[in-house]
């Protein structure tokens, strides 16, 4: 059994058996994030999608406080050792696939923009590809809907997808992405957190429903969904 808890925002924790893993930690200054570092304990891995304060923030604290692997873009975790400290870094590029002790991580193409908080370079954004207890996930992270997406994730188990707007896909371009992906169940992510990305999940759901054959499903903050 995998469970999927959304932080917030793009944050999320994953926990397969005894294996908990994070994805872009955005907690301390998320006043979207109910969870906080110290709630989190005993990290093996975190997974960055790409450079900006709102995916890395928490991600140098928790590493070195747990000891646990940072996963990026090469660059993004070239900056994470050099420029944070983190002792364990697995830099990796698109396309590229690795096994971890929790299954199968794929780093994909994401349509969007990567710098690191201090301006430094981040190579480019990145959407992933779990493969956990035989499952297929797909997390597009912060990204613009574009076509490939289909053949990067063609009938996953889940896809977990962003809503917000203005920096992301908003809800009609989630509903095509939808379309596109054909998966079991899609969640909604990166809204919320603030007013200029304010959506109603409900709405989604709704349009998720019936122009998709997907299972929409709306998490609060915290919530967990388990496949
Ligand atoms: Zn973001």
């Given at each position: ?11 999320w924790?994953i ?17 979207a ?10 990290i ?34 070239q ?45 480019d ?10 499952k ?55 809204y ?5 990305i ?10 998720i ?8 499903v ?10």
């Amino acid at each position: 059994m995998t469970a999927l808890t959304w932080l917030s925002h793009g944050s999320w924790l994953i926990e397969s058996g005894s294996h908990r893993v994070l994805l872009d930690p955005f907690l301390t200054d998320n006043p979207a994030a109910t969870l906080k570092a110290d709630d989190l304990h005993s990290i093996g891995h975190i997974l960055l999608s790409h450079g900006h304060f709102d995916h890395v923030a928490d991600a140098a604290s928790i590493a070195n406080r747990d000891a646990a692997t940072v996963v990026a873009s090469f660059e993004v975790a070239q900056w994470m050792s050099q420029q944070q400290g983190v002792e364990s870094t697995l830099g990796m590029n698109l396309g590229g696939a690795v096994e971890l002790p929790f299954g199968t991580v794929k780093m994909i193409p994401a349509l969007h923009s990567n710098s690191l908080p201090d301006g430094s370079y981040g190579g480019d954004p990145a959407g992933f590809l779990l493969t956990v207890e035989g499952k297929r996930i797909y997390f597009a992270c912060d990204t613009a809907l574009f076509s490939d997406m289909r053949l990067h994730a063609h009938r996953v188990d889940l896809a977990v997808l962003p809503i917000g707007d203005l920096f992301t896909m908003g809800i009609d371009d989630s509903v095509k992405a939808t379309r596109l992906i054909e998966p079991s169940t899609v969640l909604p992510a990166h809204y919320n957190t603030w007013p200029p990305i304010e959506q109603d999940a409900n709405v989604w759901a709704e349009r998720i429903a019936n122009e998709t054959d997907a299972q929409p499903v709306v998490l609060a903050v915290g919530e967990s969904h388990t496949l």
